[in-house]
Every structure is written in C-alpha cells, then in structure tokens.
C-alpha cells in the first residue's frame, strides 16, 4: 500500500508566501515523477508543477517565476510566493511510483489540502 500525505497550506494575503510538502510513504519500489495539481471552484483540475526523477520541471504558465517545485526522495515540495486570489485552489499532490514486486507504475494521490488567498 502508498500513502501520500500533505502538509501546509492555509489562509493568505495577496502577495503572501506558503509552502506545500508531500511525503509518499508505504512498498515503494520507485517514483518517477512527482508534482502538484490543483482544482478551483468550478474549474477543471489543472497541473501546477511536476517534476521528474531526473530533475526536469514543469510549471502551468500562470505560477512560473511565482512558484518553486522541489524534492527529496519521497518528498515533494512546493514554495508559493507572491499569491493572488487567483491560485485559491485545492492542491493535490501525486506520484508516479512502481510499488515493490510490480512492474506497474500507478499514479497515487494527496487526500488535497486548501490554498485560499484573500485580503
């Protein structure tokens, strides 16, 4: 079995910092890609950040200069800074993991954590 569990977001300013941390934990064999996602009210899930197991990012165009992806074996982070109303989302954390004794690689995801930013 995999877990993924999520940690911080909150309640900010515009123009606030916060910080999103993911630990992926249980028979993990390997992780190839980690990364965020998130769902505003009456939007459809979009991608905010990923990163691979060699280190290549991605960012959805909105968040680049703005947000920072990083990772550290089975944990993923994502450094917010200058927020707008506009990221106010649920931010869900995934991974790309083989469990161990498989050959199969399953996206697993974060039970989703509140990002609001309002004055």
């Known amino acids: 079995q995999v877990q993924l569990v999520e940690s911080g977001g909150g309640l900010v300013q515009p123009g606030g910092s916060l910080r999103l941390d993911c630990v992926a934990s249980?028979?993990?064999?390997?992780?190839?890609?980690m990364g965020w996602y998130r769902r505003a009210p009456g939007k459809q899930r979009e991608l905010v950040a990923r990163m691979t197991s060699g280190g290549s990012t991605n960012y959805l165009d909105s968040v680049k200069g703005r947000f920072t992806i990083s990772r550290d074996k089975n944990t993923v982070s994502l450094q917010m800074n200058s927020l707008r109303p506009e990221d106010t989302a649920v931010y869900y954390c995934?991974?790309?993991?083989?469990?161990?004794?498989?050959?199969?690689?399953?996206?697993?995801w974060g039970q989703g954590t509140q990002v609001t930013v309002s004055a």
């Open positions: 995934y991974a790309n993991i083989r469990r161990i004794l498989t050959n199969n690689w399953i996206d697993y």
């Open positions: 249980g028979s993990i064999g390997s992780i190839n890609a």
